[in-house]
């Protein structure tokens, strides 16, 4: 068990974020002291990693919020959990193939240089 302190310091997530998603009901598996002291577990870390997985693949955090509700209804949202996992990773798939497009065009660049450093001076955009 970690504080938020500690948890903040393991994640690299500011406190101030980890309290908005735990308002949100983003961030489930927060556990309180008898002091109300937030207290991180294991299933803590890996919900934040759901969460961060999801964030930075561009998923809005009203969607994550709408997952977690589902997931909290129970197994009856199974099929519609899937789905949004299965709409989200198209997206991400696109996006994928999208950025290797430009890393190409990229690296094609980065080879004229190459080739104009050993001394061919033919300039080419």
Same mark, same amino acid.
């Given at each position: 068990m970690?504080?938020?302190k500690g948890f903040s310091e393991e994640t690299g997530i500011? %406190?101030?974020?980890l309290r908005y998603y735990e308002?949100? @009901?983003i961030l489930l598996g927060v556990k309180r002291d008898p002091s @109300?002291?937030?207290?991180y577990d294991e299933e803590s870390?890996?919900?934040l990693n759901f969460i961060?997985?999801?964030r930075m693949t561009g998923m809005p955090l009203s969607e994550i919020k709408q997952y977690v509700d589902l997931y909290k209804e129970g197994e009856s949202?199974?099929? /519609?959990? /899937?789905q949004m996992m299965l709409d989200h990773k198209g997206k991400v798939e696109k996006n994928v193939a999208e950025t290797l497009k430009y890393l190409e065009t990229i690296n094609y660049k980065l080879a004229l240089y190459d080739f104009q450093e050993k001394g061919f001076t /033919?300039?080419? %955009?």
């Open positions: 970690s504080t938020i500011s %406190p101030y974020t308002r949100e @009901g @109300g002291n937030r207290l870390l890996e919900w961060l997985s999801l949202t199974l099929r /519609k959990r /899937k /033919k300039m080419l %955009p």
